[in-house]
């Protein structure tokens, strides 16, 4: 599956923003879905992530409660709506995709978007 992410922007502490990541293809809902972040100097880290019917979500604890993961297999996206936001979120995210529930582990995930920048103004 092919991923491309969308949605960043420059944002204020404490404002909101929506990210989406649309898929192409046929097989979008055959896909568990995940976000991951790399700032910059860092390694890239799990996010959240989403199983293939959007009844079962995972978060890393840095975003729990701020953040939260969902999917529309009708629209082949998925998305991550960051509320809340502190400038410790400045990233760019990246949408993931894994053909098995792949949780936290990056290397599982062998479908990869090509980025967007979320940054986040104190």
């Known amino acids: 599956v092919q991923l491309q992410a969308s949605g960043g922007g420059l944002v204020q502490a404490g404002n909101s923003l929506r990210l989406s990541c649309a898929a192409s293809?046929?097989?979008?809902?055959?896909?568990?879905m995940g976000w991951f972040r790399q700032a910059p100097g860092e390694e890239r880290e799990f996010v959240a992530a989403?199983?293939?019917?959007?009844?079962?979500?995972l978060y890393t604890d840095s975003v729990k409660g701020r953040f939260t993961i969902s999917r529309d297999n009708a629209k082949n996206t998925v998305y991550l709506q960051m509320n809340s936001l502190k400038p410790e979120d400045t990233a760019v995210y990246y949408c993931?995709?894994?053909?098995?529930?792949?949780?936290?582990?990056?290397?599982?995930?062998?479908?990869w978007g090509q980025g967007t920048l979320v940054t986040v103004s104190s």
């Open positions: 989403i199983t293939l019917g959007g009844t079962s979500t």
């Open positions: 293809g046929r097989t979008f809902n055959s896909y568990f």
């Open positions: 993931a995709g894994s053909t098995v529930w792949a949780r936290t582990s990056i290397g599982l995930y062998d479908s």
